[in-house]
């Protein structure tokens, strides 16, 4: 008896999974797992693997993913601050793509631990893949789908010195230099995920249509984690400040001395001719 229970139960939940699976897989790979994963680790926003018993009730959880925004409770404020307030509405209501159904079973899907939901895992990098990375980022080794080097738009602490670009800073960009950058994107998964598909409006636009490829993700990560543990955040600034001063003393010295010889000139023309 108790046995045919257990079967029925068993047949029941996985009939129970097939169903969620078949409502939010798609949507769920489409719409949030260039941000998220489930049970993958940290991408550009949390891991979701939990949530359900992490998260407030089904309830917050859905109007969370359709307007992050909107919840100003302790736990929402919490999350908000330590990602930045990175995730965009979803719900068409506040302008992003989905409507109610849809981000429920997406929310039914996260909560049964999103069944099939394949985690693709990267390989290994090695030091060779260092190496690689400082290439590409310089410019030394090309893209394979093409996109310009890093090194147009980025620096980094004691590897670009004064010689990297300043374009990224020069539209905006709130992190110019990626010295930080392995930390600041949630470490290798993160990065790598970051890197992989880009959501943000200049690197979306340059790197989207040609994509790095696995390999070129994996190194240029694992060079980032490299510089990141090596270089001191700061080291730049100051440099910056030195070139700075030095800078100013030798264009005080260039004006002084033009000045000097105008002025000398000038006394020549003035003076000269009486003599
Ligand atoms: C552009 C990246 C991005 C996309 C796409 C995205 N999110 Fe998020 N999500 C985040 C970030 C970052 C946070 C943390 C809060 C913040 O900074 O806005 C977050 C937080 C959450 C949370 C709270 C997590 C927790 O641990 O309590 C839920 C739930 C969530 N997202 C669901 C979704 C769902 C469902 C989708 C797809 C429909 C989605 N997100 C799409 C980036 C994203
Ligand atoms: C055309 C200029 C440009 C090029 C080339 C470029 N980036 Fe970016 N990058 C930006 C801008 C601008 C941002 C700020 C976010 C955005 O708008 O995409 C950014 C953001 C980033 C970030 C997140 C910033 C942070 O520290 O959190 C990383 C990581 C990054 N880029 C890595 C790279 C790598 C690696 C390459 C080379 C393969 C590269 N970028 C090439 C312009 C560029």
Same mark, same amino acid.
């Given at each position: 008896?108790?046995?045919?229970?257990?079967?029925? &139960?068993?047949?029941?939940?996985?009939?129970?999974?097939?169903?969620?699976?078949?409502?939010?897989?798609? =949507?769920?790979? $489409?719409?949030?797992?260039?941000?998220? @994963?489930?049970?993958?680790? $940290?991408?550009?926003?949390?891991?979701?693997?939990?949530? $359900?018993?992490?998260?407030?009730?089904?309830?917050?959880?859905?109007?969370?993913?359709?307007?992050?925004?909107?919840?100003?409770?302790?736990?929402?404020?919490?999350?908000?601050?330590?990602?930045?307030? /990175?995730? @965009?509405?979803? @719900?068409? #209501?506040?302008?992003?793509?989905?409507?109610?159904?849809?981000?429920?079973?997406?929310? &039914? *899907?996260?909560?049964?631990?999103?069944? %099939?939901?394949?985690?693709?895992?990267?390989?290994?990098?090695?030091?060779?893949?260092?190496? +690689?990375?400082? #290439?590409?980022?310089?410019?030394?080794?090309?893209?394979?789908?093409?996109?310009? #080097?890093?090194?147009?738009?980025?620096?980094?602490?004691?590897? +670009?010195?004064?010689?990297?670009?300043?374009?990224?800073?020069?539209?905006?960009? $709130?992190?110019? &230099?990626?010295?930080?950058?392995?930390?600041?994107?949630?470490?290798? #998964?993160?990065? !790598?995920?970051?890197?992989? @598909?880009?959501? *943000?409006?200049?690197?979306?636009? /340059?790197?989207?249509?040609?994509?790095?490829?696995?390999?070129? /993700?994996?190194?240029?990560?694992?060079?980032?984690?490299?510089?990141?543990?090596?270089?001191?955040?700061?080291?730049?600034?100051?440099?910056?400040?030195?070139? %700075?001063?030095?800078?100013?003393?030798?264009?005080? *010295?260039?004006?002084? *001395?033009?000045?000097?010889?105008?002025? !000398? =000139?000038? !006394?020549?023309?003035? /003076?000269?001719?009486?003599?």
């Amino acid at each position: 008896m108790a046995c045919a229970f257990l079967a029925f &139960d068993a047949r029941e939940a996985l009939a129970q999974d097939a169903n969620v699976k078949a409502a939010g897989l798609d =949507n769920f790979k $489409k719409y949030c797992s260039s941000c998220h @994963s489930i049970g993958g680790g $940290k991408l550009v926003g949390p891991d979701l693997a939990g949530l $359900k018993e992490r998260a407030p009730s089904r309830d917050w959880a859905i109007a969370f993913t359709k307007d992050p925004k909107s919840q100003n409770d302790a736990y929402s404020k919490k999350i908000r601050a330590d990602f930045n307030d /990175v995730m @965009s509405p979803q @719900s068409k #209501a506040a302008g992003g793509a989905l409507d109610d159904q849809t981000i429920a079973d997406i929310v &039914d *899907f996260i909560f049964a631990g999103g069944p %099939g939901l394949a985690q693709k895992k990267l390989r290994t990098a090695t030091a060779a893949d260092i190496d +690689t990375g400082r #290439a590409i980022f310089m410019g030394e080794q090309r893209l394979t789908n093409g996109g310009p #080097a890093c090194i147009s738009c980025h620096s980094i602490a004691g590897v +670009t010195g004064l010689g990297g670009g300043t374009l990224a800073s020069q539209v905006g960009a $709130k992190n110019p &230099d990626l010295t930080a950058a392995f930390n600041r994107n949630g470490g290798e #998964a993160g990065l !790598r995920a970051a890197l992989g @598909s880009p959501q *943000f409006l200049v690197m979306a636009q /340059v790197y989207g249509k040609q994509p790095m490829t696995e390999d070129e /993700v994996i190194a240029l990560t694992a060079f980032l984690g490299d510089a990141s543990r090596k270089t001191e955040p700061d080291q730049r600034s100051d440099y910056l400040i030195i070139y %700075g001063i030095v800078g100013a003393i030798a264009l005080l *010295f260039a004006l002084d *001395f033009i000045w000097i010889k105008r002025f !000398r =000139n000038v !006394r020549k023309t003035l /003076v000269g001719d009486q003599s």
